[in-house]
């Protein structure tokens, strides 16, 4: 166990929220410099002898060789499967990469090793559980919080969907190779944090208008997250071993999270529908990808500045547009008035978002990553039906109050 599951089970057993809490199936989880031989005596311990490891050319260059090394050394046999890019030289989690796992891969394979970021994660998490074997999670970035979930977002016949899959049983961060990322990854990995001050509203907004499962344990969990990477955004910016292992550690947290609820409410709300959504036109244009936690940080103080703009003075009008919505919709919106605009209020405001993104060395607006405004205004408008399901202020807005 870590010093973060190990303060996290006995609360949920005391947790009362009424909902179903998935067990935490992560057996072990390591952020030091000693992570490689600490996973190599863990599958010593399991007794796990056929070790498939899946990476890409860069993360293999990262830390894919000199973990194999280590396997080497210690005569533990493994097979590598290295993902290949698309045209666009981006490695995708879609059809074409899961097959080529599943093709690599001896059918007798004990355990997967994920050696890569957020992308090799998922391909390996669904490959995984759909092969009934285990995987152990190998960061090679702190670049999104998806380490720890049991959601494999895939590029399905060029749709983002998520899809429950499983969790590691186990993780190894490298605070070498962690500090070595990119720094835009590291960015990145804010970026996917900060995303959380609209997931959070949003989810709370859905429990309120929607019925939607809610636990306010898996809502302060994600919130503890993303404090205290505000508080330390300094040392984030520096890149140091300090801000590496809190940025780390707070990703890993939020992917706990989102595990406990079997559903990923608390980490990703509009902004990360929006990301969704400029990912998916990239694809249909052949544009080199943007990092998610990029793109959800952009994302994040545009929802904002949107719900402020537009849902806000609607909202207040609803009086006034008696046809835009049902009365259990009314009724629901009287009786939490005052703490919907308590919520909203409570929203940093836009430009304090974009100057700690900055702070971080990410981009602030969406034009810096290419985003035109045209597809910036036609996300907005259509985003939330990538995620029928998913209920935000986006979705309310557009659908119940708007009707677009
Ligand atoms: N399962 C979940 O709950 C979550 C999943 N995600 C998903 O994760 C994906 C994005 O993952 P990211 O980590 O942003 O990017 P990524 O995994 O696509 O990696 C981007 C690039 O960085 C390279 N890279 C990784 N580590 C490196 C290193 N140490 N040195 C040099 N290059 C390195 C990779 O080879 C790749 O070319 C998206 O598909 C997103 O939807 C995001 C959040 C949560
Ligand atoms: O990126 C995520 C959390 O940071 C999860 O995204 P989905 O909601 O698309 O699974
Ligand atoms: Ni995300």
């Not at 720890?148 to 190779?177: D, E």
């Not at 302060?220 to 997250?225: F, I, N, V």
């Not at 703490?339 to 900055?358: A, H, Y």
């Given at each position: 166990m870590s010093p973060i599951t190990e303060e996290i089970v006995p609360l949920v057993k005391q947790c009362d929220c009424g909902h179903l809490h998935y067990d935490i199936p992560i057996e072990q989880m390591t952020v030091g410099c000693d992570a490689f031989e600490q996973l190599v005596a863990y599958l010593r311990h399991k007794r796990y002898e056929k070790v498939a490891v899946v990476a890409d050319d860069r993360t293999f260059a990262a830390a894919g060789k000199s973990l194999c090394d280590e396997l080497e050394n210690q005569s533990i046999r493994y097979t590598i499967c290295l993902v290949q890019p698309d045209e666009n030289g981006d490695v995708i989690a879609d059809e074409r990469s899961i097959v080529q796992v599943l093709l690599e891969t001896p059918n007798d394979v004990d355990v997967f090793v994920a050696v890569g970021a957020g992308t090799i994660h998922d391909i390996t998490r669904f490959s995984s559980h759909k092969m009934k074997v285990p995987f152990i999670s190998v960061p090679t970035a702190p670049s999104v919080d998806?380490?720890?979930?049991?959601?494999?977002?895939?590029?399905?016949?060029?749709?983002?969907?998520?899809?429950?899959?499983?969790?590691?049983?186990?993780?190894?961060?490298?605070?070498?190779?962690?500090?070595?990322?990119p720094k835009e990854m590291i960015a990145a990995g804010f970026g996917d944090m900060v995303a959380k001050y609209t997931s959070l509203v949003d989810w709370q907004f859905a429990h309120w208008m929607?019925?939607?499962?809610?636990?306010?344990?898996?809502?302060?969990?994600?919130?503890?997250?993303?404090?205290?990477?505000?508080?330390?955004?300094?040392?984030?910016?520096?890149?140091?071993?300090?801000?590496?292992?809190?940025?780390?550690?707070?990703?890993?947290?939020?992917?706990?999270?989102?595990?406990?609820?079997?559903?990923?409410?608390?980490?990703s709300g509009a902004e990360h529908h929006l990301s969704h959504y400029w990912e998916m036109e990239f694809l249909r244009r052949n544009k080199r990808q943007v990092l998610h936690g990029a793109k959800v940080g952009v994302a994040t103080p545009m929802i904002i500045e949107h719900y402020q703009r537009v849902f806000w003075p609607l909202w207040n009008?609803?009086?006034?547009?008696?046809?835009?919505?049902?009365?259990?919709?009314r009724k629901r919106l009287k009786a939490n008035a005052a703490?919907?605009?308590?919520?909203?209020?409570?929203?940093?405001?836009?430009?304090?978002?974009?100057?700690?993104?900055?702070?971080?060395?990410?981009?602030?607006l969406p034009e810096q990553l290419g985003i035109d405004l045209p597809l910036?205004?036609?996300?907005?408008?259509?985003?939330?039906?990538?995620?029928?399901?998913?209920f935000t202020i986006l979705y309310f807005l557009n659908e119940w109050v708007l009707g677009t």
């Open positions: 998806g380490f720890t979930s049991m959601g494999a977002p895939l590029i399905i016949r060029g749709v983002k969907k998520t899809i429950q899959a499983q969790a590691p049983v186990a993780v190894f961060a490298h605070t070498g190779v962690l500090s070595q990322a929607a019925d939607e499962p809610y636990c306010p344990f898996v809502h302060q969990l994600t919130e503890q997250s993303l404090k205290a990477c505000v508080d330390h955004i300094d040392d984030i910016a520096d890149g140091g071993e300090q801000g590496i292992r809190v940025l780390m550690n707070a990703l890993l947290q939020s992917g706990i999270a989102m595990l406990l609820m079997g559903q990923s409410y608390s980490a009008k609803l009086e006034e547009r008696p046809k835009s919505i049902d009365e259990t919709a703490s919907i605009q308590k919520l909203l209020e409570s929203l940093p405001s836009p430009g304090r978002v974009r100057t700690m993104l900055e702070k971080v060395g990410g981009a602030a910036v205004e036609r996300s907005l408008r259509e985003a939330h039906r990538l995620r029928p399901n998913r």
